[in-house]
């Protein structure tokens, strides 16, 4: 894994090796996308719209809605918490 540090104005240098495996040099526009305490960052364009194309067409099909997947979030957290911590 890489490391590098942040300087200046947030600028960071992405390792050569990285640079040049994934085919990015100084004309690449970066997308930076956030990820709880992580950023992402890709030169490819982003697949999110395609997948959640995919996920929404595949909840339609099963007869699902966003409702019963939330409901569904809320059972598998309250039940993780009790097997975990006993609450």
Aim: aromatic share 4%; proline share 2%; no cysteine.
């Amino acid at each position: 894994m890489a490391v590098v540090k942040v300087w200046g104005r947030g600028q960071l240098t992405i390792p050569a090796s990285l640079r040049k495996e994934l085919l990015v040099d100084e004309e690449t526009v970066l997308n930076v996308v956030k990820v709880g305490d992580a950023l992402i960052l890709t030169p490819k364009k982003l697949v999110g719209d395609t997948l959640a194309k995919k996920a929404q067409k595949a909840m339609e099909k099963a007869g699902l809605s966003l409702e019963d997947l939330l409901k569904d979030l809320e059972k598998q957290r309250e039940r993780y918490n009790r097997e975990r911590y006993g609450a």
